[in-house]
């Protein structure tokens, strides 16, 4: 039986993965992470039995030892507790939906102890890629993408050798706000900008949808990932995200990955790869369908793209400042402290007072992203 740990267990793709060992019925849970919702957790462990449970606020943590004393489970909190999970010694693959940096270290700490990645998590391989490929090639792990766009290309490679691929063409809604200009979106509140098209998802995530710093993020991921060429990742609006995202060969050849937007259909790939399972849903109807319509993206008005091509090529610790300025300019703007247009302006501000470190290592991640966050709250 497959055994899995699941860091962010009471998020959106968190209780999508737990859906979809739900639907199978064929994965043992043996570890789960979550910040601070114990009422979600508990729920999870009465029903999926994990040995092994962290909390991150230690508070809640004793909670829930109350709540779940009748049980055989051990709970534990911070980043011990989440090492612990990532670690768990009978899991083979660790899920990281946990949002934020917070993903890196028990990413590598499992990597290190010999765990498959699912990965969704996207600040590892944006701040970390460096370190986290080179890892899984030592290590001899496999990162196995949760993102659609990323699950789509991994798709589109399967049997395909590495040498023929040119392009990746990454697809992109355009988020709620596709078409409008600056002015237009001076005055955009959080409620707007929470309602995604297409998708739905955790609301760090969606935020970056409508100002398309989460399309910057992914093109980096790509990079990593692929090993790929900045200039050879191509931005593609394709608002109605039935295109996952597609692939060009030396040939000419382009290859497509489709479907209705469902996260279930990469989680579960991820988690059965290279097996195909069956998942209930909608299919896609092309007769309904009748187009699907493409675009170019505007990096005028959508500054968090053209910002995160601009971090990507200077590269080093320049990432972690594009990271790390959005994770705080997002909170900002959820808690009515920063303006809508004003995320891009702080990821910019923070960029261009870095000097970007070569290379960094984790300790120089992790500091690069204090000094961010310190330089965003004294300057912005
Ligand atoms: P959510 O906000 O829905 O969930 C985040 C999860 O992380 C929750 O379980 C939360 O726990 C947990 N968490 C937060 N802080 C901590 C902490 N300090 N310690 C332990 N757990 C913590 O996010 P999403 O599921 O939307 O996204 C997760 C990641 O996946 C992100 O990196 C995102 O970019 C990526 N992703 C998401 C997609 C989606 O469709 N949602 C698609 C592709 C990638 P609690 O509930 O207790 O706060
Ligand atoms: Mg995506």
Redesign the pocket.
């Known amino acids: 039986m497959k055994k899995i740990a699941i860091?962010?267990?009471?998020?959106?793709?968190?209780t999508q993965t737990l859906e979809v060992v739900r639907a199978n019925g064929d994965i043992e849970v043996t570890a789960l992470?979550?910040?601070?919702?114990i009422t979600l957790l508990e729920q999870q462990i009465r029903e999926f039995k994990p040995y092994l449970v962290?909390v991150?606020d230690e508070e809640k943590a004793e909670e829930l030892r109350i709540k779940t004393a009748d049980l055989p489970v051990k709970i534990v909190s911070g980043m011990e507790g989440?090492l612990e999970v990532a670690t768990e010694p009978k899991s083979s693959i660790l899920v990281t939906?946990?949002?934020?940096m917070?993903g890196i270290r028990p990413t590598i700490a499992a990597m290190e102890a010999g765990k498959d990645i699912a990965l969704?998590?996207?600040?590892t391989l944006v701040t970390a890629g460096h370190i986290i490929m080179p890892l899984a090639k030592e290590k001899g792990v496999r990162i196995l993408p949760?993102?659609?766009e990323h699950s789509a290309i991994f798709q589109c490679l399967n049997g395909e050798q590495r040498q023929g691929l040119r392009k990746i063409l990454l697809t992109a809604s355009g988020g709620p706000f596709r078409g409008r200009t600056r002015e237009q979106m001076k005055d955009v509140r959080p409620e707007d900008a929470l309602k995604h098209p297409n998708?739905s998802?955790?609301?760090?995530?969606t935020i970056d949808s409508a100002t398309m710093v989460n399309k910057g993020l992914e093109v980096m991921e790509a990079k990593w990932l692929f090993g790929v060429e900045p200039e050879n990742i191509q931005v593609v609006i394709q608002p109605k995200s039935i295109i996952h995202s597609m692939v060009e060969f030396t040939d000419g050849a382009v290859l497509a990955q489709l479907g209705t937007p469902d996260?279930k259909l990469p989680i579960q790939y991820a988690l059965y790869y290279p097996e195909r399972r069956y998942l209930a849903g909608d299919r896609l109807d092309f007769w309904k369908l009748k187009e699907i319509t493409f675009e170019e993206p505007d990096m005028e008005n959508f500054r968090g793209l053209a910002l995160a091509y601009e971090a990507m090529k200077k590269g080093g610790s320049m990432p972690t400042v594009f990271n790390a300025a959005n994770e705080l300019a997002v909170s900002d703007f959820l808690n009515g402290r920063c303006s809508f247009l004003g995320i891009a302006e702080r990821i910019e501000a923070a960029m261009q007072a870095h000097k970007a470190i070569k290379n960094p290592a984790v300790e120089e991640i992790l500091e690069t992203e204090r000094w961010t966050r310190e330089y965003v709250t004294v300057h912005c």
Do not use: H, Q
């Open positions: 860091l962010g267990s009471t998020g959106s793709i968190g992470a979550a910040g601070s919702n962290c991150w989440l939906a946990i949002v934020g917070i969704a998590n996207k600040e949760v993102d659609s998708w998802m955790g609301r760090k995530i996260m």
